[in-house]
């Protein structure tokens, strides 16, 4: 079965709406999730390292303040596009570090369409 | 820098015939190599993974793949493709087994009936 959940799978909102995509892991505990983007036809470039208990830990080039990201449990990360707009749209992917050596498990993403 | 490479953006083949899509990496340690695929708006599977060892790693779904340090590269094999492969395939590049990732470009691949 699913290891992570991502939830909304797609959403459609206004230009300057927030909106709030959630990744689970449904498995085990973790301390460390990552949120990449993926423009179409192009490959998923990590946005952010999210910390349970902690900052996030943004990449060059992302604005953390833009997209915020909150990590408050062992098994939840949450990514909100705040005052979203078109070129925000992308589909976001989360993923779960593994547990004890084992490869990242990625949720199966969210459709942003910001109109 | 740490760098990826997927020098084939789109290959198309016949359904049984056999498949190899290229990856180059650019890296200061041994890496941790992965292969990942993506069937269109979902997330990414795992096909497979190398770090030490073997060489010639097998993973799901029938496919291989083969790292060799002298060239850099981690390329993806599979000696017959099924019409169901044809999907977005992403090699990886990591510094642990479990932590962030450097993605390729991506190979999209068709499969020819």
């Known amino acids: 079965g699913a290891v992570v959940s991502q939830h909304p799978s797609r959403v459609i909102c206004k230009s300057g709406t927030s909106v709030k995509i959630e990744c689970r892991s449904l498995?085990?505990?973790?301390?460390?999730m990552f949120w990449y983007r993926q423009f179409p036809k192009q490959s998923l470039m990590l946005m952010a390292t999210?910390?349970?208990?902690?900052?996030?830990?943004?990449e060059q080039g992302v604005e953390k303040d833009k997209f915020l990201i909150n990590h408050a449990s062992l098994t939840l990360s949450t990514l909100t596009v705040t005052s979203a707009h078109p070129e925000d749209s992308s589909f976001y992917i989360c993923s779960v570090q593994g547990f004890s050596n084992q490869p990242q498990h990625f949720g199966d993403g969210t459709r942003l369409s910001i109109l | 820098a740490q760098s990826v490479t997927q020098p084939d953006i789109h290959i198309t083949v016949s359904e049984g015939a056999s498949l190899e899509l290229r990856c180059n990496y650019s890296?200061?340690?041994?890496?941790?190599l992965f292969w990942y695929v993506q069937s269109p708006g979902q997330g990414l599977q795992l096909l497979l993974k190398y770090f030490s060892g073997d060489t010639l790693v097998q993973g799901i779904k029938g496919f291989e793949a083969e790292f060799k340090r002298s060239q850099s590269s981690f390329n993806l094999r599979k000696p017959s493709v099924h019409w169901s492969d044809a999907a977005e395939y992403f090699c990886a590049v990591g510094e642990t087994e479990g932590g962030k990732l450097i993605f390729g470009q991506g190979t999209e691949l068709s499969v020819k009936p």
């Open positions: 498995d085990f505990q973790a301390t460390t």
């Open positions: 999210s910390n349970e208990g902690s900052k996030a830990t943004y």
């Open positions: 890296y200061g340690a041994t890496p941790y």
